[in-house]
Structures are given as C-alpha cells and as structure tokens.
C-alpha cells in the first residue's frame, strides 16, 4: 500500500451519478468561443482575422512567451469575431469566435510523429508544446514547460488519475475506454524522463478502473505501475500525491520537481500521447456534467470553446431551483456568475447545485474544536490563521503560521462545523501578503533608481 | 429547453460543499452521550436528580438568552451549547442541592466565564467547572452535602464519599472503605458523590460514543486517565495493595467526567495532538497531587481549571511541523 498523505477529509463522492455512464460526444456546437488565456503565464495573441477560414488543429493564438502554449480552432468554420468575451475566472478575455460549418475538415498541421517509439526528450518537449498542451486537471500550468524544467532532475514520474473532488467522473471513464492511450502516453513520459517507471496514482473508489489500467499494462508490457490509493480528499493534490506515492515531501515553497518529482494528469497525458500518435492538439476536452441542477447527468466530450449551455442542454437542462454554478469541482472549483462562459483545457467538470449543498452561517462563530488543524494536508493550523487575519496581524499569519504554504483546498472549511469561511479568508490574506511584497520591492526600486539618479 | 437567463447564481469562493457536521449537531452528540450518566443518576439518586439537572439547564439556557437580548447580540441558545452546560454543571453537583444554588452556578458559568469572554468558543475556563468552583468556594457545605446511593441505602451508614475516606490514606479507613465498597461498586456507581460522576461505566459509554463520532479524540481522556493510573499505582500509601488503590483512584471521584466531558472542552483545551497528550498528562499529574498531598479529598475540578490556564501556552509553543518543511541550518545555507 502506498504512503499516507497527512490530514484530509471524506466528502461523499457523488460520483454514481456518472461513473457507469460512457463518455459521450456531443453534437458539435454551432459555434464556439476560444479563450486565449487557457493556461498559467502569458496569453496567446490571435493569429486569425474576422472572415478567416480555420480548419479543425489550425493554430489561432500564438504563445505570449516561454510560460504558455498555443491554442487551435476546435471546429472548422468561419471566425466570427476576434474580441473580448466573458472569463470563467471572472472579468473579460480576448477570444476568438468560430462559426461552425460543420464540415469537420481537419487542419494539414496535424499529422503524427514519423517514429513516435523514438523520439528524443527534446522533441517530445517540442510536440507537447505545438499541440498547446497543459495541466488538464484545473492548474494549466503548461506542460512542455514542467517537463523540460524537469529533465533531469526528476527521478519519480506520477500520473494524477486520484480525482479525488467529488462528482467528477471524467479520468475514471478515461482509464475505463481509452486505457491504451493512458498506459502509451505514460511510456512516452517515462522514455523522456529516463526512467524504468511511472506511477499511476488512483484512489481505491476506481479499483475498476485499475484493473483495466493493470491489464493494459501486461498487454503492452509497459513501463507503468498502478498505485492504489485511500480515497481521501486532496488525494490529487500535487504535493499531497507526490506524498502519497513516493513518501518524499516538497519542500516547502519549491515545486514536485525539487523532490525529483514530476506530476501528469490523466488527461494530459492522454492529451500527449494523441499528440505524437495521431498530432492532434488540444481541441477537445472531457467534461463531467453533474450535480443536484443538473436532469441528466453525464460525462461529455466537446470542443474546447463550447458554451456551457450546450452542455446543460445536452444533460437535459438545468432544475428551475438551480443556484450556483461551479466550473470544476465542488471543492476547488470556481462559481460562475454568469452562463457567458465556454469550456476551456482545464474544465474538468460543469457542476449545478439546486439542492441544501450551500450551508452558510450569517455570523459564523470558532469553537476552537481544532478540527481544521486535524484535517489540513499541509499541516497548517487554519484556526488561528484565521485569528490572526481577522485583526489584521498578516506577519503572524506569513510568518508563525506559514499561511503562504496554504494550498487552498478547502479541507478545513469543508470540515468546520461553525462553518467559518476559512479558505476564502487565507485566499485574501494570502494576496494581502503578496500585495505588500510587491509594493515593498516596487518601493526598493523607485528609492534605487532615486539614489543613483541623485548620483549620476 | 431551460431558460438560462431566468436563473439566479450565487458566486461565493470555493469549497461549494461542506460536511453535515455543524455546532449544533456536536453538542447534541454530547448531550447524548451523558444520558447514560444522567440516567443512573436518577436510578441511583431519585427523581431529584433529573429535577436538579433540569433546573441547571433552564438556569444556563435562560442566562445565555437574557446576556445576549441585554447586551444586543444575536441569539446562540440553538447551538445546544447552553444546554450542555448546565447538563455538566447538574452532574458535577450532588443531587442534593436547592435550586437556587444551580441559579447562581448556571450565572457565574454562562456570564462571567463564557459571555463577557464573548461567548462560545472564547471562554478559557470551562464554563460548567467555573460555575462548579464558585459554588465550592461559596456554600461548601452544601455542596458536600452527598447522599447515598440506592444500592447502599440500608448497608453504609456513613454518607462519606470513597474519595473523602481514600483522602484519610490509613489502613483502617481503607478497609472501611473497601468493605463497603467493591470493585464493582465503583465501576457501576454504587457510590456516594456527584450525581454525574459515580458511574464509571456509563461515563466510558459515553465517552466511547462520542470516540466514534469523531466528536472528540482519544488523546486527552487516555493521557488523563493513563497518567492518573501510572502515578496511583506508584504512589499508593504504605500498607495499602497498589493494584486495588489504583483501581479505586481511576473509578472514584469526578476523574471519568472530568477526562472524557470536561478536559475535552474545545474551548479550553490546545487544537494540535501532541499539545492535548502534554495538557491531558499535566491534568493527572495535578489531579494525583491534589488528592494525596492537597486539602481536598477531590482535584479533577481544579486541576483542570488549572491546566485551562496553560491551553494558550500550549498552542502558542506546540506548534505541527508543517508539510515540506525546510530546516533551518539548511535555509541558512541556502543564503
């Protein structure tokens, strides 16, 4: 049995609603906006004009610089518009409409690798990054970027299939239909690396699913080794999973590669291997659509850029109750204020509550029962972080109580029972602490360029 | 199809869902778990017992509202806090006791221990030993004033508790004491004392349930408990069989109220692991000092009244190594 993370916490899964349901295509959109800002770092810059005619893995938005990854029409057609459009992390982004003409006419870009058995790391960093590969578990941090940071440093390579946020279904489906293409995606990350073995870490609620991994494994008699996990929440989380499957820890405020380990997500991993075998780059995205609002849940395949209400129409429509809208899962996901929104390379899942989910508690009050200390995966102690914030002390709350090491999972406000909002108050804190930083060397600038403007 | 436009969203950061567990569910947990206690106590004591119980709670229920309507704030009686409050006050006190005496209990533990420290959750005593503490210091007769327990009524003559004639430490007295008494006795609660602690048994139920619900851990009671055992069995006096000395130490007295419902306290007691073990040894260690060498036959009250005192001091100094966590010659390298 593998390692244990510390702390973490047991929220019902919800995940029958989906789980034995294939995933299904959906019917193409009549038209779809692409975000140019789908990953961490710089956004892409559209490379299209209105009228244009794009085929399906044409590239549209070109890199903004090294930390970013280009980004292709989904569909074939006509672009629309070339203009700003609503941001599923709030606020407005630069997006390229598509109408589509149905044609499904494939773009002459995508074509495999000539010998995809052998190729160097070098090239395998450049096919990630042409295809706009990024970390298709909701971070999209670029991936071509964390394997050649990791080259060579990296002893550990793990495949992220925990999904441990409940409701979402979408790498458990994957590993049960597409197998090959995870196992094969994992051979290419383990000749890239250098090493005899991947991991695959799953939580023991898919055990289905690593059996049929386990299988494919003594077919292909690949590199890859299954590691089943509690199943725990934030079981996925990077340096929880690292924990978990390799019992070292990350040190603190260093990435997985600082540990000699370099973590994939399922989905991009399979994203990489569609890459090489077949060349296609990231158009497509496997989306979980699920929860109380929603009629028919399911697990769907869609362009990227396909509105969310094409997904809702396509699960039977949303409950008239429905109140909140999350865009990934109910523990980390964001709520979206409005239905504007298109799926993007890291949307995971498309959730809408109408039940009792939402417990709020107007004037909340800690009953210092430390619950939340028991539960933190880092260790923290969110109680008196919260403490201190609330009157201000955001030193203690940096220094003391490590709350920049704050992963933001969650843990501690799901288990509260004042129902205090904890993780909403450390995400301010933590932004009030960055903030300071900034306009202190902002300040350590201006007052150099004085002195030696006063000395020249 | 659904008409998008129509629905109304709440935008509120992440987590969306949250455990069932609330303030409320947890004292209802408590409250459940002394009922076994509360139940031999009316076996044991008589329906005074359940009287002198409602009567606290009342007290500590209507205390609370009238602080919080006087002083403008919003009302807190739903959190069931109040409730367990005057639940432990009650069985902390013989079942003997007037009414108006839990009045003035019930003030001094929900008022000035708990609301003027700005109520649940802030207070640094435990609220119900706070109330028990002042009664003790102020009408100590009454509140010795024990009475004998069902079983014992046309055997024992003298109302004298276990622990008041353990207190004496000679050899005669303990072979009163354990001719009276046996094993048995004190494990079930065929005892004199506080209406609520005479019944190891139903104590342990309870604190077994509340185990099971994750409502507390095991670290204060077993440290408590453990501690106390270790010393007793060491510390027995002369001429008296260790074994059975410790025995009678761990089931007498208010020691299974105290480690599983009171030491346990949220408020009062530290939030990390190894904060609770010290906190639950220190409680032992005061708890066997006061019995053998202090002038009360009983110290779990202030014992933990005592170690509340050292909670803040236990948090501030007892703090979880965190994740990742990078050592410090190492960072100094590092510059």
């Given amino acids: 049995m593998a390692h244990a ?30 975000p140019m800002s789908m990953h961490i770092g710089a956004p892409c810059k559209p490379i299209v004009a209105v009228g244009d005619k794009v085929k399906i893995g044409q590239r549209i938005g070109e890199p903004g610089g090294f930390v970013s990854a280009p980004i292709h029409a989904s569909v074939s057609g006509t672009v629309k518009a070339v203009e700003p459009r609503p941001s599923s992390m709030g606020g407005t982004v630069m997006s390229v409409v598509i109408d589509n003409d149905f044609e499904n006419t494939v ?39 964390k394997i050649s940071s990791g080259l060579g440093k990296v002893d550990y390579v793990i495949i992220n299939a925990a999904e441990c946020e409940p409701y979402i279904t979408g790498d458990h489906r994957a590993c049960l239909e597409r197998p090959d293409q995870v196992i094969l ?103 979980t ?17 396909t509105p969310i209400t094409a997904l809702f129409d396509a699960c039977g429509g949303l409950k008239e109750e429905t109140y909140k809208l999350i865009m990934g899962g109910p523990m980390m996901g964001l709520a979206q204020h409005s239905f504007d929104v298109t799926v993007g390379k890291g949307t995971g899942a498309m959730l809408a509550f109408a039940g009792d989910e939402e417990k709020y508690e107007a004037e909340p009050q800690c009953i210092r029962c430390g619950k939340c200390v028991g539960v933190c995966p880092i260790r923290l102690e969110p109680i008196f972080m919260y403490k201190y914030l609330m009157k201000g002390n955001y030193e203690a709350f940096r220094d003391q109580l490590h709350g920049m090491d704050c992963i933001e999972c969650g843990a501690c406000t799901y288990t509260c029972p004042a129902r205090l909002p904890l993780t909403h108050a450390f995400r301010l804190g933590k932004q009030q602490v960055n903030n300071a930083r900034m306009a202190a060397q902002a300040k350590a600038a201006a007052e150099k360029a004085a002195a030696e403007k006063k000395e020249a | 199809m659904t008409d998008y436009k129509n629905l109304k969203l709440i ?80 069985l902390t006190c013989t079942a003997n006791l007037p009414w108006w005496m839990l009045v003035i209990g019930g003030f001094f533990a929900i008022v000035v221990v708990k609301q003027l420290y700005g109520g649940i959750g802030c207070n640094f005593l435990n609220p119900a030993l706070g109330g028990r503490a002042i009664l003790v210091a102020s009408y100590a007769g009454l509140m010795g004033n024990y009475s004998l327990p069902k079983a014992k009524l046309d055997v024992v003559v003298s109302t004298a508790t276990p622990m008041q004639i353990m207190k004496e430490g ?30 190891a048994l139903a104590l342990l139920l309870g604190g077994a349930y509340l185990i099971i619900r994750k409502v507390i851990s095991w670290h204060i009671p077993v440290a408590y408990i453990g501690t106390v055992l270790v010393l007793s069995l060491v510390a027995a006096p002369a001429g008296i069989d260790a074994v059975q000395y410790m025995l009678y130490s761990v089931f007498g007295g208010g020691l299974m109220l105290g480690a599983i419902f009171m030491a346990t306290d949220y408020a009062t007691s530290p939030v990390t692991k190894p904060g609770q073990l010290i906190y639950g040894i220190g ?50 390298a590092a510059k």
Wanted: with cysteine; charged share 15%.
């Fill in chain 1, 5 to 34: 993370f510390f702390g973490g916490v047991h929220p019902n899964d919800m995940k029958a609603a989906t789980n034995e349901k294939a995933i299904e295509q959906l019917a193409a959109p009549a038209q779809v906006v692409i």
């Fill in chain 1, 185 to 287: 995606g994992a051979t290419l990350l383990a000749k890239c690396f250098g090493v005899d073995k991947v991991y695959i870490g799953i939580e023991a609620n898919k055990q289905n699913a690593a059996d049929v991994l386990n299988a494919k494994i003594k077919e292909l008699n690949a590199p890859v080794q299954v590691v089943v996990l509690h199943t725990r929440y934030p079981q996925g989380a990077e340096k929880q999973l690292v924990q978990a499957v390799s019992g070292r820890q990350v040190p603190s405020g260093k990435l997985p590669a600082d540990a000699g380990c370099c973590i994939f997500n399922l989905n991009t991993t399979c994203a990489i291997y569609r890459a090489v075998y077949t060349g296609m780059p990231v158009v497509n995205k496997i989306v």
């Fill in chain 2, 170 to 199: 000679t050899v005669e007295q303990w072979e009163i004491l354990t001719s009276n008494y046996s094993v048995g006795d004190m494990f079930l609660g065929n005892i004199g004392g506080a209406m609520g602690e005479v019944s």
């Fill in chain 2, 11 to 90: 935008a509120s950061s992440s987590p969306h869902i949250r455990s069932n567990e609330n303030t409320r569910s947890i004292m209802l947990d408590v409250i459940i778990a002394l009922l076994p206690a509360l139940a031999w106590a009316i076996y044991s004591f008589g329906f005074k017992a359940l009287l002198t119980t409602v009567i606290s709670v009342v007290a500590c229920v209507f205390w609370e509202w009238a602080y919080r309507k006087v002083m403008k704030k919003n009302q807190m009686i739903g959190d069931l806090s109040a409730v367990v409050t005057g639940m432990l006050l009650a």
């Fill in chain 2, 283 to 332: 409680c032992g260690l005061l708890t066997v000092f006061i019995r053998r060498f202090g002038s009360f036959p009983e110290g779990v009250c202030y014992s933990i009244l005592i170690m509340n005192c050292t909670t803040w001091l236990l948090d501030k100094y007892i703090r979880p190594t965190i994740y990742g966590a990078v050592k410090k010659e190492k960072k100094e």
């Fill in chain 1, 107 to 145: 773009s002459e870009e995508v074509k495999p690798a000539a010998d995809p058995e052998n190729l160097t790391s070098e090239e395998l960093v450049e096919i990630v990054k042409n295809a706009g590969i990024v970390g298709q578990g909701g971070a999209t941090f670029p991936t071509h970027v």
């Fill in chain 1, 289 to 305: 659509v699920s929860g109380s609002g929603v009629i028919e849940p399911k697990n769907v395949e869609c362009p990227i850029g």
